[in-house]
């Protein structure tokens, strides 16, 4: 058994005191694929307690759409999806990176204009084979960055520098397996950064972006003998059949999990938690370095997810890209000078929120500008944000009253998704066990794909619905053919309800106005497997840190779409249109907004 994996620690003769006397530090922590809704939350001790008690939570955070290049590109440039989608769908998982690494939206490099030491660790989006150790690397916005090539290898030893001085290098890493543990990695790599920024007296932005507990979910080595035996939760939606008939096809139709399907489950569900205790040991140390160094006082810490996670809900294996609140509904802490301990924030806010925010903190002139976020500043620490006037009186340029400002927030998200390919339960890489002391192998399994052993995958696409409800051959996880969405999550005095439009492959292939070679309209189609949901949550109630909430309104079970009147279903429809119409920023026009 491994000791805990030290955190290096590096020249100890710094600088101390605040990093910028005008100008506050921020860390942002963004995990991959961690849930709230199943509990992910519960093995963060350190960040519950550093970030949650001494900060603030936020009980009603969503992503705007579920599964990583899109919510990440919405996390680093405050806009839709259909914002940041390319005119063909092509780009990473549809979306145009350019949005990131732009001057006019993208977080890091307005932080950078601003003054900031930016610095990237970790996972910053998909592919960084291509992104940062390609030919040409993506650069703008970063002062430094220390990233792997394959984010998706918790053991991976390639990584890319890039240095203050723009120039950047390749290192492999080598040595002992242990030590190569992507988290470990980008907890040492940050602390020397944030440590080199104290020494410069720079304001930094620290972004660490773990690859946990995303599939392959591979343990700390330290970690190996946690959590072992435990399962996944078994919700009301976990492995049900009920109201299965009213969801969209390829859920409609997966067969019921099996003995080897919820073994494998539960495997990954240990897995995941012990990556996640890796992350939470990971944000101490990074924290205590902060304090040692004299700055902690100046720096605003915020912790998020890319999107939530599903393990056996609906049938569904191991993944997200649904509408559903265990999919879209993320955690958020938030600490820093003048956020006040135990502050919960009650709004409705998304990741399009996140850059308007920081660039609130940074004092960005026209911050907004570009983005379809706004500032969480005002319900966090009012007093520091550049949108409150103290009073009605002192009211100037721009500037509300946190009143005013409050009534003007919206009650609603808007969450989409176009899929990015059928593929099923088998897809995600499930860590078994390794490395360990004298054997640096490691032993990954996979969940079966259908629960008949004789069925051939090459044969599951075409089998989507053929055999009726809940009669499947194969556990869908996403499909092209009936999982391309968009859904109005509303949350106000008198709705707290989710409401959603899917459509078909055809809708997706057929040419749209607005560019020449734009492609996917959010209409159905004839011949195409539609299908529109609604779901209500039922009272709006605080439940951090009580997750998983096991009441079968929280999870998605009763479709009540059918039970509307006319009037009722169009003003839903009226309502979501408008809100991707009124929102668009690009030529491609997917609802037919100029109509009607």
Known sequence: MFTMLSYVLFVATLLCGSSAATKSNIVFLLTDDQDIELGGLTPMNHTRHL???????????????????????????????????????????????????????????????????????????????????????????????????????????????????????????EGDVASFYQTSQIGNRSIKFIQDSVKMQKPFLAYLGPHAPHYS?????????????????????????????????????NPELDAEAMAKIDQHFEDRWRAIVGVDEMLRLVYNEIESLGVLDNTYFFMSSDHGYKLGEWRIGCSKQHPYESDVHVPFFARGPGIKPGTMMTQIAGNIDITPTLLDIAGVPDFAQGHDGGSLMPFLAPEKSNLIASTKDSKSDGKVTLEEYTANWRTQNLIEYISVGTYYNDHAKLWMAGPTPGNSSIVYGAGPFSPDANFQEAKCAGSEGENGVGNGKCYFVDSQKSNNWIALRIRNSSHNVVFVESYGANAMSKPIFGRNGAKGKFKCLPGDACQRELYDYGPITSDYPNFPVMTDARWNINNIYGTLSADEKAAYHTALKNAYCHSRRLPEDRMNCMQD
């Open 51 to 173: 970030l949650g008690d001494m900060g603030a939570f936020g009980e009603a955070f969503y992503v705007h759409t579920p599964i990583c290049c899109p919510s990440r590109t919405e996390y680093f440039s405050g806009r839709y999806y259909h914002n940041v989608l390319t005119p063909n769908l092509s780009g990473c998982m549809h979306v145009d990176l350019d949005n990131i690494f732009n001057n006019s939206v993208g977080l890091f490099p307005k932080m950078y204009n601003a003054g900031y030491r930016t610095g990237g660790f970790g996972k910053i989006i998909n592919g960084q084979k291509r992104v940062f150790c390609g030919k040409t690397p993506s650069l703008n916005g970063f002062s430094w960055l220390s990233v792997p090539c394959d984010e998706g290898d918790y053991f991976t030893t390639q990584y890319f520098n890039k240095y203050d001085n723009g120039s950047y290098a390749f290192e492999t890493l």
């Open 217 to 253: 979910a591979d343990s700390p080595p330290w970690a190996q003998d946690l959590f072992v035996g435990m399962k996944a939760p078994r919700t009301p939606a976990y492995n049900t059949d009920r109201g299965q008939a009213n969801k969209t096809l390829h859920v409609a139709q």
